[in-house]
């Protein structure tokens, strides 16, 4: 089956215009030789086929793949690894990737302007996969992240270097919506740790080797569905 990605909303008996790139990828990539559905942003597949130019919806069902309430916020990386940590975290169902400059990303403002590519790796990395619905992508300055998740039912930060065990804080609370917050290459400035102290974070150290970036967003994000799981089946 293969699937291609149109952002809008499906209904039964739709005969939609299929965007240049995703006919490429039926005609050119994939021959064609195929049934395929599409996807979009609203979690929705829909069944039909190919007629020319356009997708003929027959059906529309839910996507059931895994798609949990996390935000990963992730201090800019390089750029050779963004691809790889955006297919990791995407694969393990995390709903959105905010990009920040923090105090020790290198060159961060160049390439937090190009999220046309990362979008386009989002969208390829649902298709792969199975996701019901691509990675939400966005950017933000390390001041406006904080003021926009002050109310946020529960936030996790994660440090590679905890000294103050006093920090270290937890909860069980019920959460519909999370936020893990991962640093860049060099790690976080104790200005940057100051600020979190006066924003109510859950504060995580794990007893490990420092971690690669790559590694650490998927350690954080396994740790946020365990955290949701245990927290909501209760």
Same mark, same amino acid.
């Given at each position: 089956m293969i699937r291609l990605y149109f952002d809008q909303t499906f209904e039964v008996g739709a005969r939609l215009r299929l965007p240049k790139e995703e006919l490429h990828y039926f005609r050119g990539v994939r021959r064609g030789q195929a049934e395929a559905t599409l996807f979009n942003r609203q979690?929705?597949?829909?069944? %039909?086929?190919?007629?020319?130019?356009?997708?003929?919806?027959?059906?529309?069902?839910?996507?059931?793949?895994?798609?949990?309430?996390?935000?990963?916020?992730?201090? /800019?990386?390089?750029?050779?690894?963004?691809?790889?940590?955006m297919r990791s975290i995407s694969e393990l169902g995390v709903k959105e990737l905010i990009l920040f400059e923090?105090?020790?990303?290198?060159?961060?403002?160049?390439? /937090?302007?190009?999220?046309?590519?990362?979008?386009?790796?989002?969208?390829?990395?649902?298709?792969?996969?199975?996701? %019901?619905?691509?990675?939400e992508i966005s950017t933000s300055t390390w001041t406006d992240l904080l003021k926009k998740f002050a109310d946020f039912e529960r936030k996790i930060f994660f440090d590679e270097a905890m000294a103050d065990k006093s920090a270290l804080t937890s909860t069980t609370k019920n959460s519909k919506n999370i936020l893990l917050m991962?640093?860049?290459? %060099? %790690?976080?400035?104790?200005?940057?740790? /100051?600020?979190?102290?006066?924003?109510d974070f859950e504060w995580v150290h794990f007893e490990t080797p420092i971690l690669r970036v790559e590694t650490a967003v998927v350690v954080a994000a396994f740790f946020g569905i365990q955290k949701f799981a245990s927290c909501n089946s209760k």
């Open positions: 979690n929705q597949i829909a069944f %039909g086929r190919v007629d020319e130019d356009f997708f003929v919806i027959d059906r529309v069902e839910e996507a059931t793949s895994p798609r949990y309430p996390l935000t990963l916020a992730l201090g /800019m990386p390089e750029a050779s690894i963004l691809p790889l940590v923090a105090e020790r990303s290198q060159n961060a403002k160049a390439r /937090m302007k190009n999220l046309a590519r990362l979008e386009k790796i989002a969208i390829e990395s649902a298709r792969q996969c199975g996701r %019901g619905a691509p990675l991962v640093g860049p290459e %060099g %790690g976080w400035t104790e200005k940057e740790r /100051m600020a979190v102290r006066k924003n």
